[in-house]
């Protein structure tokens, strides 16, 4: 039997994405979460990387465009690496050395609200102010330019016209819970 992919987690703030994954993949053969990073040294998902015994790491901005987190991805022997709520701009180096073995989950329905300024609530605030009657989620591959890689996954989610900018952020993470786990595993799979 092959050994299990060894993944790592970026994440900048709050990680219900990280946790849900790591919860998925705890007692998985397929994969092993190895390494939850942060550029933030108090981000929440450290305590919730912690809480499963997964390994942690946290540089700064500068660090990470030195290559720093690129090194530690490479001497930990990562497979592939999942952003998720990690909001700074990946540099072309480390999107280059997993190339096609980056995924990123965007809290719309891309490509619609994807783009510079796009995270957070801002994305809900713009479904919200546009009246659209659906949002959702889009699991992509991750290249060099901003939401652009290959779309892997999308699931969508009604709009009400009451509905304020965090009911819709509550909808989505919703979605994003409910599907992100299993679509990493299937990504892994193929
Ligand atoms: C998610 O909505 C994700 O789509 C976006 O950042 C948010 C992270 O949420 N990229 P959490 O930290 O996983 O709760």
Do not use: C
């Not at 901003?146 to 999308?154: N, V």
């Not at 994003?176 to 299937?186: N, T």
């Amino acid at each position: 039997m092959s050994s299990p992919v060894r993944i790592a987690i970026l994440a900048s703030g709050s990680g219900s994405n990280a946790e849900k994954i790591m919860e998925y993949f705890q007692h998985s053969d397929q994969a092993e979460i190895a390494l939850v990073a942060s550029n933030k040294a108090d981000a929440f998902v450290l305590e919730r990387a912690r809480k499963f015994s997964v390994p942690t790491f946290t540089f700064s901005r500068k660090e990470m465009e030195a290559g720093t987190l690129t090194q530690k991805l490479l001497a930990d022997k990562i497979d592939w690496v999942i952003l998720a709520g990690f909001l700074l701009k990946i540099p072309d180096e480390l999107t280059r050395s997993f190339s096609d073995r980056m995924v990123n989950i965007h809290p719309a329905l891309l490509p619609r609200y994807g783009g510079k300024g796009m995270y957070g609530m801002h994305v809900h605030e713009a479904v919200k102010a546009a009246g659209d009657a659906e949002t959702g989620i889009t699991i992509h591959l991750v290249n060099e330019h901003y939401d652009e890689g290959k779309i892997i996954f999308q699931a969508s989610t009604p709009v009400s016209p009451e509905d304020s900018p965090e009911d819709i952020a509550q909808k989505v993470h919703a979605l994003e819970h409910e599907h992100f786990p299993r679509v990493i595993g299937e990504l892994l799979g193929r």
